[in-house]
């Protein structure tokens, strides 16, 4: 919203505070001030200058030279407007007039002649849309007066409110409510505008009457017949003041209404009376699928949750939100019926959003406003269209419709109540005074305050006793409160396990395997599942995306890392990421149930150049990660079916804790390497964080040295090139669990003299007891154990 | 005798500082210092001598042996000096690279700004007492908005632009939606914060993301001030930035707090006069707070008549932002790592 400082000295003595020290203060006080803005501030160095002389320009037909007296000066200027005469009074834009960011007036040469300023047109002044020639001023304006004096009602300074921070305010969307906060603010005056005696003249010749149908729906309808209506211009104050908050100026009853709502706040209306069928307005509910045209000439199919303003012929206003076509007021309209009403602003809110009209009027019904506003805008309106058209007359008197005036508000509370909340020391006596001087009325007994709301802050806003303590404290200045530190009792907080092992997670992943943290979005679209094949239409839709990129919930952590990977192999030659985060899970998407979250951890490495495979460096990871964390019973499995599609076949390997998958660690699928454009060696790991939180944890204690020594025995075998060395190594564990402390493989070999399609696999075993030195039987034993097995399962021996 | 004597001294202390390995050295040892050597040789044949003669060639033999050993071992260090000089010529390595296969060196791990932040926030408000909580990030109506004195069709939800699962559910806008769960969950009084990711129905530019990070706090106990507020918040600040910042308290609107209040820091890119990120105002927005309204309270089962709180509702992006001097908000999902292994 925009406040207008000329409105507001209207309406509140605001002499001597600068913008800056208002806006501060409003700021700290009421509401957010987005921009301060000077209007038509060119106009403090655009002066009357008298023509003395114009001569034709030597190079160029349609421009002239001008000489002109500025009462202290003589100038000369190049001129292209074909409207002026010697002894004329025109506006001078002297050099340095600053019209735009873009526009400062310049001493400049056009067409070899030389130009000291600008002769202005009333739209380059921003008067009016005049553009046909130059604006003369009346005979005898005083030479070199500024034109901000001359016209005071244009040069204003104007706030733009940021709207969000008075949602709760409906008495701060008209410039009363902001006159009032100023005069609290800086124990001002303030001025009362409305004259209820001019009700007194008005007649009562003509008929009106007001039917409201739902009590629900319409809280208050007052109406007002006035005849002998002249539609003109209006005059150049209000033009002045109707632009200075952001309106185009239309004709004297337009403006008239356009700038009592943005004084009170109350949006108002007028309809051409003699457009109307009958003398009676009708308050309604519209007819499921009426049709009406709003006066921007649109139609709209109406439902039976809006509210019209109708006559016997049908709608004559889309209530609150906008008026109609057919009763709309034009150049030879003669007599109207002023509106001023109050409307359910849910029923408001709703229509306006149906079909998408949030008109000024519907941005402020839709805030719950003061009903006690509608009279008083009928009678401002009044007074303002008689000084524009003096012969204008009121021929009925304020038919005013209000089923059911809402009951007093009334507070109870006390001072030490205020005061507990703020934690600071008021007086009573300042509590009493901000609050007076927000006009609430206070009726004291000790401590004791019973406190009536004043109407226009009675519709829900303030209506509990914490509400006064945000009066007391927001005019007291929350920055006048000293911080305190409470006093409670000291004690360690519950941990947050699921945190800190997250935690435990990252730090593990960053500090010892130089892994980076990525962020993702939440979101996937429909083309990256489709790039990697894993588009089965099973995730959570948005029923509002940004994008398609971003329509739908997560359901996994790789999509995005891919392109991850994508990405950063532009800049990197390898590196190492991960990201922590949850993924939606739902099956049933219609269900109301909220989406299962998964926290999951995944990651790749990533090098452009490969000494060995990829996947053995996330392996490592991994494997080094779980057994940081403990996780009991882990096993890894090699992998070939089932695979996600962006896993290598023959290089993957699936991780079950607890028996549960748990995740899973591969190279890339080639064929999604070749799609993504990745040119290298990428390994991915993912795995569910939530499982590995949850599962079994080993326990820590301390195992006893071992006394007694070692028996170390070397042993290589040849199995076929594709045999899992793993699975070796756990033919050997079978032979004793009693013995055999340690499997190492020291080496597999491939190539001369091995026999192709073999490997040589080497072994180092280490047998050893707890409680006893290994006898040589044993150890002889143990060994001839270890080769007839190998010989058994078909290893030979080497 | 004598001369020979002298004569082996003159040959050995030669041969000895012309030797030039420790091998020769021991040879002439042997040679002349051995059991067969030639002063070894003499000394033993001192018995045949007269007695006068015994005192001074023995004498003068003890003095040559212990000539040439002290002249062994001299020669012997600084042969094993020139040694290990000569080890430490080839031992030397360009020091100034940072690996002999500079495709191995070293690359250490990031934590993501936003984590290393909220971790700390985490730990500061965990030493104050205050326990971490936690909530969906797909959130029902009801804890977002309903439960937070914000009913359908009101206003405020219009601050909040949306964004909507086709199930009817929502991605939270806020962390106060943990608000009200932690009430279910725990009894007061309390002290908790809740971190997490946040949504916004919301075009991305330099300073609006659709995702970004908060960390929601609140405390219920018998009296809690608008004072009690404050100190929370400036020690938070003190602690994050390792100083004093100016902060301001001005009002704000929102549903779920009364009063509630905009917390404002001075702009600490432009040290408060006024930049693109402060849009020139010298003041950032920084934490919508508030007193916990009552029917907030009384949504979570507490009453307000006993019991009272603040809550506040801190974004984690602005003040890495802040902190770092980072005027774009989208490079935190960005993904790029010559962001991210600035931090």
Known sequence: MLLSLNIISELADIQGLSPDEIANRLVMSTAEIENIEYVNQH??????????????????????LVDLDTGKDKVRVVCGAPNHKKGDIVPLASVGTKFTEEFTVKETKIRGEKSSGMLCSGKELGFSDDHSGLMILAPGTPLGIKLSELYKDWSDIRFEIENKTITHRPDLWGHVGFAREIAAIFSRKLKYIINFDIEK???????????????????????????????????????AKVTAIGMRPISNIVDVTNYVMSELGEPMHAFDRKKLKGNEIIVRMATQGESFKTLDSQSHILTSDDIVIADKGGAIAMAGVMGGLDSEIDDSTTEIVLEAANFNPVLIRRTAGRFNLRTEAAVRFEKSLDPELCSAAIVRCYELIKQLIPEAEATTGIVDT???????????TTTDFIRKKIGDEITDNRIIEILTSLNFKITPSGKDLSIEVPSFRATGDVSIPDDIVEEVGRIFGYDNIKSKAPLVPCAPPDRNEKRLFERRIKSILVQDHHLTEVSNYSFVGEDLLNRIGINLDIQLRLRNPISREQDRLRRYLIPNILTNIEFNQKYFDSFRIFELGRVYIKDNRNSIELADENTRVAGASYAKEQEFPEFYIVKNIVTDLLNQLNIKNIKYAPAENDLPPYAHPARSMSISVDGNHAGIICEMHPRIMEKFGIKGGAALFDLDMDMLFISKKAGNEFTELQKYPDVP??????????????????????????FIKSIDVISVYEGHPIPAGQKSVSFKIVFAAKDATLSPEQIDSLQKKVILAMDKSGFKLR | MKNKLEEILKSAINSINSSNSIDELEETRIKVLGRKGELTTILRTLGQLSPEEKTVIGKRSNEIKAEIESALENRKDKLSDAKIEQLLTEDWIDVTLDHADQSKKFKRGHLHPISAIQYEVEDIFTSMGFQILDGPEVEKDYYNFEALNIPPYHPARDMQDTFWTEDGNLLRTHTSAIQVRGMEKIKPPFRVIGPGRVFRYEATDASHENTFYQVEGMMVDRTISI?????FMKTLLKEIFRREVKVRLRPGYFPFVEPGFELDINCLICGGKGCPVCKQSGWVELCPCGLVHPAVLRYGNIDPDEWSGFAFGLGLNRLVMMRYGITDIRHFLSGDIRFLEQF
């Open chain 2, 227 to 231: 004072a009690d507020l404050i100190y």
């Open chain 1, 201 to 239: 003249t008005f007649k009562h010749t003509d008929d009106l009457a007001v039917t409201i149908k739902d009590p629900k729906a319409c809280f208050r309808y007052c109406g007002l017949v006035v005849k002998n209506i002249k539609i003109k211009e209006s005059p150049d104050w209000l033009k």
């Open chain 1, 713 to 738: 025995f070397e042993i290589s075998v040849l199995a076929g090139k594709q045999q899992y060395v793993a699975d070796i190594s756990s033919i050997i564990e079978k032979i004793s669990k009693e």
């Open chain 1, 43 to 64: 106009l403090n160095t655009v002066i009357a200058a008298r023509i003395e002389n114009v001569l034709p320009h030597p190079n160029a037909d349609k421009l002239t």
């Open chain 1, 402 to 412: 209000y089923p059911a005036k809402p009951k007093k508000v009334e507070i109870k």
